[in-house]
């Protein structure tokens, strides 16, 4: 008898195991149901998308100035691209669309920078973000000075709108939010008292609610020589609105943080914002980053309800085209624009909030 004390090299995998193959049968045709279920679900794909397609891109048209370009029977791009001005800028006067076009183009470079991981120096452009990206902004949009034309906010309309509301909205709701969620849980009684009431009122109303109030009884709470943008009164009502609900999603954060944390800082002798800026709200923000983004579409999203006060972001200025005798019949192609210029944005804040969870997944600390 011959015996063998050699390892013999391993066998490679089946075929039939491996690659796209392996692939297809583990994931769709790996029992009966599943196959079936697969089939089915490829005919409907097929009997959906297949003239989706057709009229969207093979049958569409592109290019043109009027109506009368659409002749292949499929999508008029042409609507899109004739009146692609209006959407961007609404009624801004077109010789100052540079000014929005350099607010676009410095957006487009910081977010890229603080995207970008090996961009150095990423706290100053933070700050740079925060502070000082949001008052030229101001002077750039509105004018009055510098030489610069006075251009009014009703002026204001389609995409530059819908981002000025949401990103004002984003960046004061959360600051707001924070300290709401840290006032519900003071100690204090009259603090706690007052936000958990702010909370659950503003939590309790409708969003076109708050825009009208906002715009009809704000000014009332103030004094006559005062006068309030309608403008400034929807992004008032925007901010205060979402950041009772962010306080619900940083409330949620810091109840996550185990009890240790605490004990710890307070053992250190920690002064109580030293605690939570240092130790705690750390912690609870890398939690709550999928509530947080999640908020933030949310409030995205909602610009579009700004319609009901007279103020044409992107969908009320689409509306508004739609209306026109010379493009009536074309509202599929101008809904399936605001839906797909909202989903790359919405997207777009989705994807690098995974990013962020998956570089800041340390763990958490000790109970």
């Given at each position: 008898m011959i015996v063998n004390d050699q390892k013999l090299p391993d066998l490679p995998p089946p075929a039939s195991t491996t690659g796209v193959v392996g692939w297809l049968r583990t994931n769709l045709f790996s029992t009966p149901f599943y196959t079936l279920l697969t089939l089915v679900t490829l005919y409907v794909l097929y009997v959906t998308l297949v003239p989706a397609i057709q009229w969207a891109f093979i049958d569409a048209d592109w290019?043109?100035?009027?109506?009368?370009?659409?002749?292949?029977?499929?999508?008029?791009?042409?609507?899109?691209?004739?009146r692609l001005d209006q959407f961007l800028y609404g009624f801004y006067p077109e010789s100052e669309h540079w000014r929005v076009n350099t607010l676009y183009l410095m957006l487009v470079i910081l977010i890229g920078a603080l995207v970008w991981e090996k961009t150095p120096k990423k706290g100053w452009i933070a700050a740079f973000?925060?502070?000082?990206?949001?008052?030229?902004?101001?002077?750039l949009l509105v004018g009055g000075s510098f030489g610069l034309e006075h251009?009014?906010?009703?002026?204001?309309?389609?995409?530059?709108?819908?981002?000025?509301?949401?990103?004002?909205?984003?960046?004061?709701?959360?600051p707001f939010g924070i300290l709401l969620a840290l006032g519900r849980r003071s100690h204090m009684p009259v603090v706690k008292s007052f936000c958990t009431v702010f909370i659950e009122v503003w939590r309790g109303v409708p969003l076109i609610t708050v825009l009208f109030m906002a715009s009809?009884?704000?000014?009332?709470?103030?004094?006559?020589?005062?006068?309030?943008?309608?403008?400034?009164?929807?992004?008032?009502?925007?901010?205060?609105?979402?950041?009772?609900?962010?306080?619900?999603?940083?409330?949620?954060?810091?109840?996550?943080?185990p009890k240790g944390q605490y004990e710890a800082a307070d053992a250190l002798g920690l002064s109580y914002w030293?605690?939570?800026?240092?130790?705690?709200?750390?912690?609870?923000?890398?939690?709550?980053?999928?509530g947080i983004v999640n908020t933030f579409i949310a409030l995205f999203k909602d610009t579009s309800l700004v319609l009901i006060i007279g103020l044409f972001d992107l969908l009320a200025i689409v509306q508004a085209a739609l209306a026109d005798p010379k493009w009536l019949g074309y509202s599929v192609e101008g809904y399936v624009f605001v839906a797909f210029a909202f989903w790359v944005f919405c997207f777009g804040?989705?994807?690098?909030?995974?990013?962020?969870?998956?570089?800041?997944?340390?763990?958490h600390g000790a109970r």
């Open positions: 290019l043109g100035d009027s109506r009368d370009a659409c002749t292949s029977g499929g999508a008029c791009w042409v609507f899109i691209t004739a973000t925060l502070i000082i990206f949001p008052v030229i902004a101001y002077f251009v009014e906010t009703h002026k204001w309309g389609g995409l530059m709108l819908t981002l000025v509301l949401a990103c004002v909205g984003i960046v004061a709701s959360l009809v009884m704000l000014p009332l709470f103030v004094s006559a020589e005062i006068e309030f943008d309608k403008l400034l009164r929807a992004l008032i009502g925007i901010t205060l609105f979402q950041s009772a609900y962010m306080a619900e999603v940083i409330r949620g954060g810091l109840q996550a943080i030293k605690k939570m800026g240092l130790i705690i709200l750390p912690q609870a923000l890398k939690i709550m980053i999928p804040m989705s994807r690098y909030s995974q990013h962020l969870e998956r570089k800041l997944h340390t763990g």
